[in-house]
């Protein structure tokens, strides 16, 4: 069955950077493209930007255009998700989705940004 | 991009039926087949529920049915339940792999 396992919370402090993983299983990689969401605490959902796991290539929505970096580990089977210059704005649980649907979604990864 | 217009909230009684409108513009819904609809309850993964503005997958209930008219998707919950008691999120494609979310509307069951 399809499943994305996410890399696990991480606590972070304003400037810093962080790192969340996706890694799917359960189907062929390189086969669908990968969505980044994140959710801030009580708020909606905020789609952030997509990538192509057999080109590696990225749309990234305006709002964090140099923020944000999508890439893939294609030797893993991992896409990684890198957002820079954290503000507290940034808490968030963030979750990968497969496709241009949005069918499976990763169990999400809390990232809080806190001095 | 901007997002997508939901109403905040929306309440029926069980056995009722609602809609949800989620308004976009020309550059999204209104220019592709690609509306999705999310169920997500509190502190939950968001579920997809419809998907390609109408179909739906396997497993969900076809008392959600979706339709677009223009601009506009739509999400009908027919026979209200009380566990249709959650958040709703539509998503649309916005040209070279964007996409762009509605605010989200909370369902209340009276």
């Known amino acids: 069955q399809v499943e994305l396992v996410q890399s696990g919370g991480e606590l972070k402090t304003p400037g810093a950077s962080a790192r969340v993983s996706c890694q799917p299983s359960?189907?062929?990689?390189?086969?669908?493209?990968i969505n980044w969401v994140r959710q801030a605490p009580g708020q909606g959902l905020e789609w952030m930007g997509w990538?192509?796991?057999?080109?590696?290539?990225?749309n990234i929505a305006q709002k964090f255009l140099g923020r944000l970096t999508l890439t893939t580990d294609t030797s893993t089977a991992t896409i990684y998700m890198d957002l820079t210059r954290l503000t507290s704005d940034d808490t968030a649980v963030y979750y990968c989705?497969?496709?241009?649907?949005?069918?499976?979604w990763g169990q999400g990864s809390f990232v809080l940004v806190s001095s | 991009q901007s997002a997508l217009a939901q109403p905040a909230s929306v309440s029926g009684s069980p056995g009722q039926s609602i809609t949800i409108a989620c308004i976009g513009s020309?550059?999204?819904?209104?220019?592709?087949?690609?509306v999705s609809w999310f169920q997500q309850y509190p502190g939950k993964v968001p579920k997809l529920i419809v998907y390609?503005?109408?179909k739906r997958p396997s497993g969900v209930s076809n008392r959600f049915s979706g339709s677009k008219s223009g601009n506009t998707a739509s999400l009908t919950i027919s026979g209200l339940q009380a566990d249709d008691e959650a958040d709703y999120y539509c998503?649309?494609?916005?040209?070279?792999?964007?996409?762009?979310f509605g605010g989200g509307t909370k369902v209340t069951v009276l």
């Open positions: 359960g189907y062929t990689f390189n086969t669908y493209g």
């Open positions: 390609e503005g109408h």
């Open positions: 020309s550059g999204d819904v209104g220019s592709y087949n690609l």
């Open positions: 998503c649309s494609y916005a040209g070279s792999n964007s996409f762009v």
């Open positions: 990538i192509t796991p057999s080109n590696g290539n990225t």
């Open positions: 989705a497969r496709t241009q649907v949005l069918d499976y």
